[in-house]
T-cell receptor
């Protein structure tokens, strides 16, 4: 079962709100990713977690705060966002980093469509 | 120079046609190669990993040429359901499996 779930599907928030996006996978994957995707553009990497430790932060503003409470869950905490942060936020997972070729295949969740007013 | 370059299309083809997508990558240290498809307002879905020997899955054939830093995807007997954007992706294991996406090629299969 190659399924990554994300909640909520849609989120509308004001610039002063605090909200969280959630991602879950039960495939035993040890690497998880957050991406941001704007319309008609490819996904842009934000964060990579490997074995529940943050491995990459792609110079993402501090108003985005990731958290990996355990190997199955990944959260993205949002605070004081700007309208330009409106986008589709995608979570992905892969078996691990490195190793055999198929370890690197990433499986994406359906995303959270975020609108910041 | 972009890490991964793709023809943005769109490719408009009739049902039953054969269509080929090409992609080039700039970093010779790239190690893993993939084709993803993305439907409008949906997430990318893994179509195929691309191996050095080339690989086939039904109507889909992927090839890799490391010397030319070139990846291709061939779709035979196109179906209406093949209409989507096809993303070429490369990654480098030593760089935390960071995915480098092409800009995507849009395919429209017409009846």
């Amino acid at each position: 079962d190659t399924e990554v779930t994300q909640t909520p599907k849609h989120l509308v928030m004001g610039m002063t709100n605090k909200k969280s996006l959630k991602c879950e996978q039960h495939m035993g994957h040890r690497a998880m990713y957050w991406y941001k995707q704007k319309a008609k553009k490819p996904p842009e990497l934000m964060f990579v977690y490997s074995y529940e430790k943050l491995s990459i932060n792609e110079s993402v503003p501090s108003r985005f705060s990731p958290e990996c409470p355990n190997s199955s869950l990944l959260n993205l905490h949002l605070h004081a966002l700007q309208p330009e942060d409106s986008a589709l936020y995608l979570c992905a997972s892969s078996q691990a980093l490195g190793g055999r070729e198929n370890y690197n295949e990433q499986f994406f969740g359906p995303g959270t469509r975020l609108t910041v007013l | 120079r972009k890490e991964v370059e793709q023809d943005p299309g769109p490719f408009n083809v009739p049902e039953g046609a054969t269509v080929a997508f090409n992609c080039t990558y700039s970093n010779s240290a790239s190690q893993s190669f993939f084709w993803y498809r993305q439907d409008c307002r949906k997430e990318p879905k893994l179509l195929m990993s691309v191996y050095s020997s080339g690989n086939e899955d039904g109507r889909f054939t992927a090839q890799l040429n490391r010397a030319s830093q070139y990846i291709s995807l061939l779709i035979r007997d196109s179906k209406l359901s093949d209409s989507a954007t096809y993303l070429c992706v490369v990654s480098r294991v030593y760089n935390f499996n960071k995915f480098y996406f092409g800009s995507g090629t849009k395919l429209n299969v017409k009846p």
